[in-house]
């Protein structure tokens, strides 16, 4: 069975920065593009950024554009989430999951179950 396990939020300033962390275990992980949601209080989940397979394309919501930067390192079956110049708007639980295609994640259509989350909390 594939598990998630997110990591590496935390609370920080506006204008600061932190980076998560995804680890995913039970599957191929190199076969799949890898996606960052999150969970805001009392909002639903929404999706953030996604990169490919291959890491070669990458795609981000307009609100994170320019602030995020996703990565994958398949080697440690891992993605990542660079966040920089953090707002008080990205508190958050913030989760990863994995889909065919950076399109399909962006659609909301995603194939493993969900972990259990890493907070962030931006205070202004």
């Known amino acids: ?10 609370l920080v300033q506006a204008g600061g920065s932190l980076r998560l962390s995804c680890t995913a275990s039970g599957r ?3 076969n799949y593009a890898e996606g960052w949601f999150r969970q805001a209080p009392g909002k639903e989940r ?4 996604a990169i490919s ?4 394309m990458t795609f981000y919501e307009d609100p994170v554009k320019g602030r995020f930067t996703i990565s994958r ?3 440690k079956n891992t993605v990542y989430l660079e966040m920089n110049n953090l707002k008080p708007e990205d508190t958050a639980v913030y ?3 994995t889909g065919t295609l950076i399109r399909t994640l962006q659609r ?3 194939l493993d179950a969900w972990g259990q989350g890493t ?3 931006v205070s202004s």
Not at 46 to 49: H, L
Not at 53 to 56: A, E, F, K, P, S
Request: with cysteine; aromatic share 12%; proline share 0%.
């Open 1 to 10: 069975q594939v598990q998630l396990v997110e990591s590496g939020g935390g």
């Open 46 to 49: 929404e999706f953030v950024a």
């Open 73 to 75: 390192d398949d080697a």
């Open 53 to 56: 397979r291959n890491g070669g």
């Open 95 to 97: 989760y990863c999951n």
């Open 119 to 121: 907070l962030v909390t």
């Open 28 to 30: 191929a992980f190199e």
């Open 108 to 110: 909301g259509s995603y």
